[in-house]
């Protein structure tokens, strides 16, 4: 787990009401626990020795005990009906992301005294929170035996930790956007609503701060670093590891309150006339730290890429959805060649200039930005981390605030494909089931820009339920419809 992603400990509280017997609350939490620590690791969570009857002061009590203990999330736990007001309050009165399940009846043998109406319960619960305007975690299937609970609340995990991540969060950008640009702008309203803060620098600011970093006594160290990665040493590594003692300095010097950092930087034009090299390298090398860097000032990207280091706690990339797969390329290498049938319209190549961690790179090695280097010294535009992204599971995804301040969000699950792209950057064949249809009639249709994140396996369930929690309207999550599940733009007569 990454220093810059908080570690979710979870207080398990079980609520039992007044007419109920208190035993089916602590015998079933007795058996929630065990069964989540035979599965998972036992440091995940925390047993609250308080039995919640219908009091508000066993309430504080059991309040009391989960945050001296460390916790910073919260399970309520009906081990019977349960007390309404008392469970609430608890929620509302906790300070961190929050899951209410329920426990399922062990034994037909025993629904004299041993039935706990947890299923009724749980009903009640929910409409209480509304009541208390209290946004709380509900599984898809909330009631459950000791082992299903135990899941539920192992699949809680990365959405409390990328609620606490959020909580804590400062973004910090360097701008403005490049010229001709508008395609990653966008309001920040949202970042204010999701608790985030950020602070905007202008690229003058980071400069000065490179140069004042120009003898720093660190540098021999990091290059020693960055040779051990390569494989090599290189002429470019003293400058980029100069930069990449600015941006942890700047980091540690300008968090304030917040906990955690992510960054954006305005990585062209001016950049390799001042600097001259590209910064890819170096954001690559803090993505495998869990410090997101994105390209072009790209805020929400940069969110982005911190929601799925939460989720996935490993490194993750931000990736233009670049370009198609050739006719020949397809023809040669992908049809007909792999278990799923991917179609041709299902594929796509994933790209940026090279800032995808090297862990994830088939024969990574630093280059120079073909693209900037057309109109600018090629020595000047030295400095990404280059290769085809290793073949497996992905998700692609993205939160995106809207021009008017609204937001949503998309994610698909797909694969980067085995198939070499014979093309610059850090770069893969990425294939996701109906993709073209997703690209015209969600991604085109709500407006999305031509970045997104990439988790490099199967996170899909996780990130769709982190979206709902974070508030997200339902129809504006968008994600692959499978064949035969028209979208509303969508021509039926196509």
Known sequence: MFTNVPKAKVGIVAVSRDCFPESLAVNRRKALVEAYTKKYDAEDI??????????????VEALEDIKKAGCNSLVVYLGNFGPEIAETMLAKYF????????????????????????????????YNLALRNIKAYIPEYPVGTAAECADMIHDFLPIARVKIGLDNLKIISFGPRPSNFLACNAPIKQLYNLDIEIEEESELDLFE??????????????????????????????????????????????????????????????????????PCYVNSRLAGRGIPVSCE????????????????????????????VPDDMYDQSIKGKFDYDWKHTDTFMGFHCGNTCSKQLCNPHLSYQRIMARTHPQDWCEGTIEGDIKPGKITFYRLQSTADAQIRAYVAEGEVLPVATKSFGSIGVFAIPEM??????FLIEKNFPHHGAVMF??????????????????EDIGFNRPAGDRYPSENPFA
């Open 297 to 324: 000032v790209d805020i929400y990207g940069t969110l982005s890429e911190y929601i799925g280091s939460c989720i996935s706690g490993q490194e993750v990339t931000l990736l233009d959805i670049n370009n198609s």
């Open 95 to 126: 300070d961190g992301p929050k899951m209410f399940c329920a426990a399922a009846e062990e034994s037909q043998a025993d629904l004299m005294d041993g039935r706990g109406d947890a299923y009724c319960g749980m009903l009640n619960a929910s």
């Open 457 to 474: 396996g199967h996170y899909g369930k996780a990130t769709y339920e982190v979206f709902k929690y974070l508030g997200v309207p339902l």
């Open 46 to 59: 925390y047993e609250c020795p308080i039995c919640i009857v219908e009091s508000e002061l066993h309430m």
């Open 436 to 441: 073209g249809r997703f690209y015209r009639h």
């Open 209 to 278: 701060a490179y140069q004042k970093h120009a003898d720093d006594k660190r540098i021999a160290d990091v290059v020693a670093d960055m040779a051990k990665e390569l494989g090599g040493e290189n002429k470019m590594l003293p400058k980029l590891a100069q930069y990449e003692l600015t941006l942890l300095d700047w980091v540690e010097e300008h968090k304030g309150c917040k906990k955690y950092v992510a960054l954006t930087t305005k990585c062209w034009p001016a950049f390799q006339d001042m600097f001259n090299f590209v």
